[in-house]
């Protein structure tokens, strides 16, 4: 059974870092797609970022465009999201996803595109 596993949350305050991991039972490389979502109490699940794992393509939301950073490991096997200048907004429990579909402008963003899910990390920004 294919697994993710969310590592790297916790408690910061307004302007500090954290870097979030995703360690995957398979090769990262054996997904199209991995991506970061995050869902607040009361909110839809919304995506953060994704990266394909084919030729390097990474999206972000307009929301932390510039502040946030996906990346993978060379052993492929763990996807990082590294959060700079976090705001009280980013508040949310982080989710971790693998998808067997290419990812493109109008779709990797949407949940229903990916297969395999990690079981969540909190983060809370707060001073």
């Known amino acids: 059974q294919v697994q993710l596993v969310e590592s790297g949350g916790g408690l910061v305050q307004p302007g500090g870092s954290l870097r979030l991991s995703c360690a995957s039972s398979?090769?990262?490389?054996?997904?199209?797609?991995m991506a970061w979502f995050r869902q607040a109490p009361g909110k839809e699940r919304e995506g953060v970022s994704c990266i394909s794992t084919r030729d390097g393509m990474k999206y972000y939301s307009d929301s932390v465009k510039g502040r946030f950073t996906i990346s993978g490991d060379n052993a492929k096997t763990t996807v990082y999201l590294q959060m700079n200048n976090l705001k009280p907004e980013d508040s949310a429990v982080y989710y971790c996803?693998?998808?067997?579909?290419?990812?493109?402008?109008?779709?990797?963003?949407?949940?229903?595109?990916?297969?395999?899910w990690g079981q969540g990390t909190q983060v809370t920004v707060s001073s």
């Open positions: 398979r090769f990262t490389s054996d997904y199209y797609s």
């Open positions: 996803a693998a998808s067997n579909l290419p990812a493109y402008d109008n779709t990797w963003s949407l949940s229903v595109w990916y297969e395999v």
